[in-house]
């Protein structure tokens, strides 16, 4: 295993320390008010009137005390992802999205429901992408378009699933989702995003979805995704800074609210582009702001998240490509346990199933890279090279047969054909051979997921959610 460090032990210490100060001197706006009187019940400062908490340094210890270290993910038959573990790293598609470039296009349009079918079934076949992230289709009620979108996943995946929540309510209806499909041992299926608002504001429906996810015992994935530049200062170890601030006031929020429930540390930052007013993502600089905010995850024993392979570039091509190894490597190399993104492009606003099937050969690239060289008696292959000999071969020994396939990782839309060869067969690039990868993967007969009672079941639920959640409104 290979890893990669931003800062040094006394940089994210005395991050950490300014973190707390800010906590305890400036505080956060909490918009929630459950979360205020919470944190007021515990000994924090509340101004009502600005809805503005000052957390003291010791509910920030007292919270990273009781959030576990590890936990498990679990799938449907038996898939399950370890989040925590140092030299496990898993990834996932990007969430939380609604729009889609048009399989075989350059269109951009609203996902529909045959778009997150499609997104599903995809990323289940994939080998690379460990959890599937959701779509929301325009096409229902859209207050209840997460429990569509978790609904859609439990009958498509047998893979864990993440996604961003809209209200607290509905989470409540996700949950009785999962619970038709999931045993009570493993009640871990689905985790949900929850972000502050950059700086230093948690939003109503945000703080409330963590503290009922919480409640249900779902895991939480707390977020911040300042603009460095706009929203956070414009150097690097400052937006560092308040990314941190951020997190742990959302970290200490769940844990008052349900100590030791499952919790992810997972910073998503952009850069503000001074020549065209616009937030980038995908640059060099994402991947510092993410391999550092990874550490300052360890730094608070928490598993770590980073949004990996964003781009900027509004079509998968070869700038969707450079971006996202500018983005998403770094924070891999400091052991991100979880990173996302796969099938997102645009500034994270759209998705694309050739995007898809590409990033699936960039996250085994870069996976196999982290997991670095084994040197011990049986890779070392000693008596291979001396039973060979000079002017020797290894192609037909039976030691190539037993470790060609864990030693060498073969991407499935990456040519490496002679250029002649490459010629006679068509001559065709990486998104030409990402689109007959797809149309391989939707033509092919599907298992079901679910009985049919449990579709059944799932189906109920949802028409109920829709009808209970068309008359509210959605949490700013």
């Not at 391999?291 to 964003?310: I, R």
Request: aromatic share 4%; proline share 4%.
């Amino acid at each position: 295993m290979t890893s990669y460090t931003i800062l040094q032990a006394a940089d994210r210490e005395r991050i950490h320390d300014l973190a707390q100060r800010t906590l305890e001197e400036t505080g956060i706006v909490v918009h929630y008010a459950p979360a205020r009187q919470l944190l007021g019940s515990h000994g924090a400062r509340v101004d009502e009137g600005r809805q503005l908490v000052r957390i003291p340094r010791r509910l920030i210890a007292q919270a990273l005390a009781t959030a576990p270290h590890v936990y498990t993910m679990h799938g449907h038959g038996g898939r399950s992802l370890v989040l925590g573990e140092r030299g496990k790293y898993y990834t996932r598609t990007g969430t939380g999205l609604d729009w889609i470039v048009d399989f075989g296009s350059k269109q951009r349009r609203p996902v529909v429901g045959s778009d997150l079918r499609n997104w599903i079934r995809v990323a289940d076949a994939l080998g690379n992408v460990h959890m599937v992230g959701a779509l929301y289709d325009q096409e229902g009620a859209p207050q209840a378009m997460d429990v569509r979108a978790v609904a859609g996943m439990l009958r498509g995946t047998h893979k864990p699933l993440m996604m961003s929540a809209l209200s607290g309510e509905g989470m409540r209806w996700i949950k009785r989702l999962v619970e038709v499909v999931q045993p009570a041992a493993s009640p871990h299926r689905v985790m949900v995003l929850s972000s502050v608002n950059s700086p230093l504001t948690y939003g109503y429906g945000q703080a409330e979805v963590a503290m009922v996810s919480a409640e249900l015992g779902i895991p939480v994935v707390v977020n911040s995704s300042p603009v460095a530049g706009a929203s956070s200062p414009v150097s690097m170890a400052g937006t560092v800074l308040q990314m941190h601030v951020e997190m742990l006031a959302a970290v200490t929020i769940v844990q008052l609210h349900r100590p030791g429930a499952a919790v992810m540390y997972a910073g998503h930052p952009l850069v503000m582009d001074m020549r065209t007013s616009t937030a980038a993502i995908g640059t060099p600089e994402d991947g510092l702001l993410s391999a550092a905010s990874v550490e300052m995850a360890y730094h608070c024993g928490l598993p770590a998240g980073s949004d990996g392979l964003t781009s900027d570039s509004s079509t998968p091509d070869a700038m969707a490509v450079s971006d996202k190894w500018s983005s998403a490597f770094l924070p891999l190399l400091a052991g991100a346990h979880m990173n996302g993104a796969a099938g997102v492009f645009a500034t994270q606003s759209t998705v694309s199933l050739e995007q898809l099937v590409i990033d699936d050969d960039i996250y085994g690239a870069m996976l196999r890279q982290v997991r670095g060289i084994a040197v011990d008696d049986e890779h070392l292959a000693i008596q291979e090279i001396q039973s060979a000999g000079p002017g020797g071969e290894f192609l037909t020994r039976d030691h190539t047969l037993a470790h060609y396939r864990s030693e060498v990782q073969y991407g499935r839309v990456h040519g490496r054909l002679s250029f002649a060869s490459w010629e006679a067969q068509g001559a065709r690039d990486i998104l030409e051979r990402a689109r007959e990868r797809v149309s391989g993967l939707l033509a092919a007969e599907a298992s079901p997921v679910l009985d049919a009672q449990q579709e059944r079941d799932v189906e109920a639920l949802v028409a109920k959610a829709e009808s209970a959640l068309s008359h509210t409104s959605i949490p700013a």
